[in-house]
């Protein structure tokens, strides 16, 4: 289900707000830039963040240009106002959790050394307008330590070759592997069965032991 | 055998709630909610009931093996069962529209706004500080446990509680329609800034952008937009409680109503039956029909259920039945049309205080229940308990949901069961701060913007004189106009409010109300002045005032 992996760390500097020079006004625009130190560029799976009263979202990525054998970057939009409030005046969506999925990019964002989101908020309603809590999640690599441990992968060769492991284990005092395995199955389904077949219509109870003499509510 | 019929049972229950979703285009998580929902309904007395019928059909012996599936489920539907278990996944649409997603945190999917969930968490303080002082005060228990001989007379006189006068002139109501309006119209959003540019303040109401006295920017829908929802109010359409009333002699349009409401209950669908009270159900068909629209079933499991209620309510004593006694004593004794209603409205509520299912509504509402500890274990996490056992606690004029119930269903048990439904869909969002489309917060700011664009003189007027028109609707919507309409009129609204699932009607109606006594107000100089002249609504007809706010030209 989770393909993505943990977040990755990133540094997300703090929301620069469009202005005019000195002079603070309400221009509606921030940017929030983010730069992945210290690592080569990545393939983003999903990033998810939460709103804090931004209307509408662009992303635009760095991209490394590796792939057409150029030296450098571009940046491309990956994404073109992205609507996180549906009615900037109005409350809806302004507090909300966002994920972004790969596929909710007009580009794919492979290969990508840096973000920058233009955030939005046409309603001059709201004191301030940024995001919150961003993660960025890189697809999943094929990861050395998830694939089949070493003990497993031994047993495997042992039974494919000449050494008759069964034999040996049967000397040792052990039963046999693929027996064992049979039984585990089994007690896997039955496990499984009973956890589905519990009914899950409440009885109804609310005292404990019998009691329910209460004195005062509890505050925490 | 039993898994085949197990994996048909879900197929089929898959097929619905796909079916339903595909009506419904806001839900995208699909996956989740058939998931969800076949979760639910695991286990369910359904579930063994389907089972144990395709077991019996898959037994016959015209069945045969090559076709076993197809006829098992052929025969079901024959039977009946598919129809049950549609109502069940119709029934639980209601309660799993927002599915749980394990990435967001639990208190912000149950209320996206910070400001709100602080709102409503300050404001379960206030209640819970005021019962515990009332308990102190009083030097009562929040629960105690009944002797025996006092348990064995209250099941004596069950069926007349209304007859003991227990003295409870100590108690008071928690908190009022009026107290929770106070604190719906301080709720501020700490990062609004209002359009003159200069914080916002209390004291000086004109520099607030919004006119009225809810202060929060929710979204609520337009006019236009209102006409959609409530699309069959239109005025071609003939309704009951219009077309039927003996001004206009239409015995057509009454028997055909009535053969429509008999097929509709023949068929026991609900969502046909929750179809046909958008325009309103006859009279004498009402009962039966939001019955089957509520999804509500009241088999030999549900009267045990009702009857071991029962028994918890004769073994221990709560402070809340003292509330619940003297609100029904306040509100509905007090009232000509239900006075007479008072026993069972003490068996219902009583059973309701102790009914742990409603728990439920709490994971979807921006609520918390009450939480306390067993005598003597304070602080001990296996000794917590909610309080009480339904999480509710009741507050002045809570009888009034259910009177009106009364008028329809003379068993308590059918009384109780659907009380619960219709507090579970719609009441509970009531008297529970949150910013759900149709939490109470949204339908005071309905109101007060849609009678801003309807007559701003009046809002104005109301306003210079010292009355906001918020603090004369505002308790109507509270009891969902429970005690302020005359019955057939109040039984003719929620028709529609179950029908269209939808209590917007709410706020509409009460703009409609103002607007029809708008001549009256635009003359009145005074609050008492105000009060006075919508003080008695019994006169007013519903379906033609709502129409005329929905549908005038």
């Known amino acids: 289900m989770n393909d993505a992996e943990s977040p ?73 106002n992205y609507q996180l409030m549906p009615k900037p005046h109005c409350e809806t969506g302004s507090q909300s959790y966002f994920h972004l999925m790969s596929s909710d990019f007009c580009k794919q964002p492979n290969e990508v050394c840096a973000l920058r989101f233009i955030l939005r908020q046409p309603s001059p309603n709201w004191k301030t307008f940024t995001l919150e809590e961003i993660y960025v999640h890189a697809k999943k690599t094929k990861d050395p330590t998830n694939e089949n441990p070493k003990w497993l992968e031994s047993v495997e060769n042992l039974s494919a070759s000449e050494m008759k492991p069964r034999d040996q284990a049967e000397l040792k005092g052990l039963p046999d592997t693929e027996q064992v395995s049979e039984k585990m199955q089994e007690i896997l389904q039955l496990a499984e069965k009973t956890v589905l077949s519990a009914p899950n219509v409440e009885l109804g109870r609310f005292d404990i032991d019998g009691s329910y003499e209460i004195n005062l509510l509890s505050y925490t | 055998m039993l898994r085949c019929c197990n994996k048909h049972f879900f197929r089929l229950a898959l ?5 339903w979703l595909r009506m419904d285009s806001k839900l995208d998580n699909v996956a989740k909610t058939i998931d969800d929902i076949v979760k639910q309904l695991n286990g369910t007395t359904l579930h063994t009931q389907l089972k144990r019928a395709a077991q019996h059909e898959g037994e016959k012996s015209s069945v045969q093996l090559s076709s076993l599936k197809s006829d098992v489920i052929q025969s079901l539907k024959l039977s009946g069962w598919e129809k049950l278990l549609r109502n069940e996944v119709f029934r639980k649409m209601h309660s799993v529209q927002n599915t749980l997603d394990q990435a967001i945190p639990f208190e912000c999917q149950k209320e996206p706004l910070m400001y709100m969930r602080k ?20 030097s009562i228990p929040l629960s105690r446990k009944r002797p025996a001989d006092e348990q064995r007379d209250l099941l004596h006189k069950w069926n007349e509680m209304g007859t003991d006068e227990p003295d409870l002139s100590h108690f008071r109501p928690v908190y009022a329609p009026k107290d929770f309006l106070e604190v719906i119209t301080s709720i501020r959003n700490p990062n609004y800034c209002s359009l003159t540019g200069s914080e916002i303040d209390d004291r000086s109401l004109n520099f607030e952008s919004h006119w009225g006295l809810i202060q929060v920017s929710l979204q609520v829908p337009s006019l236009a937009e209102l006409r959609e929802i409530f699309a069959e109010f239109s005025l071609s359409n003939a309704h009951v409680g219009l077309d039927d009333s003996p001004d206009f002699p239409s015995d057509m349009f009454q028997n055909e109503r009535n053969k429509l409401a008999k097929r509709v209950i023949d068929e026991k669908r609900s969502p046909i039956a929750q179809y046909f009270c958008r325009r309103g159900c006859p009279s004498g068909f009402r009962a039966d029909l939001w019955q089957i629209a509520l999804g509500v079933t009241v088999g030999h499991l549900d009267v045990l259920k009702y009857e071991q209620m029962k028994g918890y309510v004769l073994q221990h004593d709560l402070l809340v039945d003292s509330l619940i006694y003297k609100d ?36 979807r509402s921006s609520a918390t229940p009450p939480k306390s500890y067993i005598r003597g274990k304070l602080g001990l996490e296996e000794f917590a308990v909610v309080y009480p056992p339904n999480g509710v606690i009741p507050f002045h004029g809570f009888s009034m949901y259910v009177t009106p119930l009364c008028y329809l269903y003379s068993e308590p048990v059918r009384l109780y069961y659907v009380f619960r439904e219709f507090y579970v869909r719609f009441f509970h969002r009531l008297h529970v701060i949150s910013s759900h489309p149709q939490g109470i917060v949204t339908l005071c700011l309905l109101f007060e913007s849609l009678l801003q664009s309807f007559h701003p003189t009046l809002f104005r007027h109301l306003q210079d004189i010292g009355c906001q028109p918020l603090k004369i609707a505002f308790k109507w919507l509270v009891r969902a106009f429970s005690g302020y309409l005359s ?11 179950l029908g269209f699932n939808n209590l917007l009607l709410l706020p509409v109606l009460a703009v409609a109300i103002f607007l029809f006594r708008q001549t009256n107000l635009l003359l009145v100089t005074n609050v008492a002045g105000v009060e006075a002249s919508l003080s008695d609504l019994s006169t007013l007809q519903v379906i033609p005032l709502l129409q005329s706010v929905l549908f005038h030209s």
């Open chain 2, 15 to 19: 097929i619905f709630v796909k079916f």
């Open chain 2, 487 to 497: 019955t057939d009129q109040l039984l003719l609204l929620w028709d529609r409010i």
């Open chain 2, 328 to 363: 029904v004593k306040l509100t509905s004794v007090n009232d000509d049309y239900y006075f007479v209603f008072e026993d069972y409205l003490y068996q219902v509520l009583l059973i309701f205080s102790r009914d742990t299912s409603v728990l439920e509504l709490f994971s």
């Open chain 1, 8 to 80: 990755l760390s990133c540094t997300i500097r703090p929301t620069k707000y469009l202005s005019i020079g000195e002079s603070m006004f309400h221009s509606g625009c921030g940017v929030i830039e983010i730069l992945f130190p210290n690592m080569r560029p990545i393939d983003i799976e999903k990033i998810s963040f939460v709103n804090n009263y931004t209307a509408a979202l662009s992303i635009k990525m760095k991209i490394a240009k590796s792939a057409s054998n150029q030296t450098g970057h571009t940046w491309v939009t990956g994404l073109k």
């Open chain 2, 119 to 138: 709102a409503q968490a300050n404001w379960e303080r206030r209640i819970l500080k005021s019962m515990n002082s009332m308990c102190t005060e009083l």
